[in-house]
């Protein structure tokens, strides 16, 4: 078993930010930067750097900010950008050219940072990224969001996501729930950003091209799946598509997740 190396940093505003590191016995054949999920954190990622480590890759990233040890009000950010600087300040760990790998909202913010920094990125793996809602809020929902994301940006609101719908097996639910470091709220102003954030991705999605490797969970409950066909439909560069069948969204703590960490250092060797 590998043990990750734990580490701090700073963003380029200063907010203080946890990272943790998984490095190969050897020299690193390959360099992979870590994005998590919504209301989690990289401890959750232990498995796939274990993994990946043992494949020669050395695997690290940050918990983004408000989440899981590093600084920020839980579940709320003032700027989508700064979750980009928070992907900015690791990437500073890493050589000039790295492959992405981001989960869910994670992958909405590696895309965003792709955006403007894809000469730095060789391939960019994603699983499940968040490019669609899979519950499609009423207009006066969002429009209450965006009245409060200026009059109340850090009110603290339920995720809204069912645990149930993260993943097949319940005792890696109940661990999720029980683990002291969720973050299980959200804010107007983070909604807001994320759809903003999500309307540049798609609107620059002809625009891209580093090659990409999409997961997909076979069950999908939390991302709109029809958002996850249109995207890897549409993304003009090269591509490959994996579908895990009878799987929820959370497929790296899904029983076959031997499956996906294989796949993923598959692709990461190219």
């Given at each position: 078993?590998?043990?990750?190396?734990?580490?701090?940093?700073?963003?380029?505003?200063?907010?203080?930010?946890?990272?943790?590191?998984?490095?190969?016995?050897?020299?690193?054949?390959?360099?992979?930067?870590?994005?998590?999920?919504?209301?989690?954190?990289?401890?959750?990622?232990?498995?796939l750097g274990e993994s990946l480590?043992?494949?020669?890759?050395?695997?690290?990233?940050?918990?983004?900010?408000?989440?899981?040890?590093?600084?920020?009000?839980?579940?709320?950010?003032?700027?989508?950008?700064?979750?980009?600087?928070?992907?900015?300040?690791?990437?500073?760990?890493?050589?000039?050219?790295?492959?992405?790998?981001?989960?869910?909202?994670?992958?909405?913010?590696?895309?965003?940072?792709?955006?403007?920094?894809?000469?730095?990125?060789?391939?960019?793996?994603?699983?499940?990224?968040?490019?669609?809602?899979?519950?499609?809020?009423?207009?006066?929902?969002?429009?209450?969001?965006?009245?409060?994301?200026?009059?109340?940006?850090?009110?603290?609101?339920?995720?809204?996501?069912?645990?149930?719908?993260?993943?097949?097996?319940?005792?890696?639910?109940?661990?999720?729930?029980?683990?002291?470091?969720?973050?299980?709220?959200?804010?107007?102003?983070?909604?807001?950003?994320?759809?903003?954030?999500?309307?540049?991705?798609?609107?620059?999605?002809?625009?891209?091209?580093?090659?990409?490797?999409?997961?997909?969970?076979?069950?999908?409950?939390?991302?709109?799946?029809?958002?996850?066909?249109?995207?890897?439909?549409?993304?003009?560069?090269?591509?490959?598509?994996?579908?895990?069948?009878?799987?929820?969204?959370?497929?790296?703590?899904?029983?076959?997740?031997?499956?996906?960490?294989?796949?993923?250092?598959?692709?990461?060797?190219?």
């Open positions: 078993m590998t043990t990750p190396n734990l580490f701090q940093l700073e963003a380029a505003d200063g907010t203080v930010l946890a990272g943790r590191e998984w490095r190969p016995d050897g020299l690193a054949e390959h360099h992979v930067l870590v994005v998590h999920g919504l209301g989690e954190h990289l401890a959750r990622y232990d498995y480590a043992e494949g020669g890759v050395r695997t690290l990233g940050v918990d983004l900010r408000g989440h899981g040890m590093s600084k920020g009000r839980r579940g709320h950010v003032k700027a989508w950008a700064n979750y980009v600087a928070d992907v900015e300040a690791a990437a500073e760990m890493m050589p000039d050219k790295f492959i992405l790998l981001g989960h869910s909202m994670g992958g909405l913010v590696a895309l965003d940072y792709l955006r403007t920094h894809a000469h730095r990125v060789t391939r960019t793996i994603l699983s499940g990224p968040l490019v669609g809602e899979a519950v499609d809020n009423p207009a006066w929902k969002k429009f209450m969001a965006g009245f409060l994301s200026v009059a109340l940006p850090w009110i603290p609101i339920a995720n809204g996501i069912p645990m149930v719908d993260l993943c097949t097996d319940a005792e890696e639910v109940a661990l999720f729930e029980r683990d002291s470091m969720r973050v299980k709220t959200v804010t107007p102003r983070w909604y807001t950003e994320m759809l903003s954030a999500m309307d540049r991705v798609w609107k620059t999605l002809p625009n891209f091209t580093t090659p990409l490797h999409l997961h997909v969970a076979g069950e999908e409950k939390v991302i709109d799946r029809d958002a996850l066909e249109r995207f890897y439909q549409e993304w003009p560069a090269a591509k490959q598509r994996w579908v895990w069948e009878g799987g929820y969204h959370e497929i790296l703590h899904e029983p076959f997740r031997e499956g996906v960490a294989a796949a993923m250092l598959e692709g990461i060797r190219g």
